[in-house]
């Protein structure tokens, strides 16, 4: 099994004759991701073809040579069409509201936003829209999700880790392939990159609860950064409803205070929001929390295998 994103997963990028989108989506197609169409108003009717190289878990999925790929005017005609329930948002951030909110009035599942940029503003909307319609949805500013042997839906690299017990919910895009690539042989679930921006639309809590009720997840490798509260809340979250066991890595040991590490939510503001501070409530609540990211791989290796 997996959480959000599964092999029967039906996905639209919106964006996807741009640059971003042409070159993502031809990495999605090529891990096997179930692509059924594009958003563009301005090529709607037309189709763009791919040449695609099955490579990663998925691609016994994938026979290689071209997929052609229609493109839509809306989203809801491209939902209409292909019975999708999955959008992939690569647009510039000042349009990012308007093609995330059209997402959720179109009645999609779930909604992964990897734009980076977005006004805070804009955020604030459309993560409250998406949790009133009951929206999943996936950033902004994140590398999206990945369900290894299943599908691949935003810019994670696909052939660096198999299917296996292990979850992963990361702020960190960066560190999510890092840790993606040292457990590789242990394999993973699902590996979910929330974003590091203030406002996001799921959170680590989101992601603990769904590998908590996922019978095929062991393990839970969650990684935070300096900034803001979400990994002390998590800490209380796990401290009254986890079971499995997490490790745990916060970046930004040696960051200064002050200024501003990465992500628009990575600050700290006096003794809140650093990574000793964040360390110490996890690691009161029973999660081993590593000092670097292979130390942190290590620690997960050593409960699996333990």
Known sequence: MSIFLHADSRVIVQGMTGGEGMKHTTRMLSAGTNVVGGVNPRKA???VTFTVEGYGPAADTVTGGEVEVPVYGTVA???AETNANVSVVFVPPAF?????????????ETVVVITEGVPVADSVEFVARALEAGVRLIGPNCPGIISPGQSNVGIT???????GRIGLVSKSGTLTYQLMYELRDLGFTTCIGIGGDPVVGTTHIDAL????KDPDTDLVVMIGEIGGDAEERAA???SENMTKPVVAYVAGFTAPEGK?????????????GTAAAKAEALEAVGVKVGRTP???????REILQG
Not at 157 to 163: F, K, L, W
Not at 294 to 300: E, P
């Open 260 to 272: 501003t590490m990465g992500h628009a939510g990575a600050i700290v503001s006096g003794s809140v």
């Open 157 to 163: 690299p696909a052939d660096i880790t198999g299917p």
């Open 77 to 79: 005609e491209a939902r």
């Open 294 to 300: 292979s130390q942190t791989a290590l620690l997960a």
């Open 236 to 238: 209380a979250w796990i």
């Open 96 to 108: 990012t509201k308007a093609a995330v909110l059209e997402a959720i009035d179109a009645g999609m």
């Open 45 to 47: 009717g037309t189709s």
């Open 209 to 212: 609860e769904a590998f908590e």
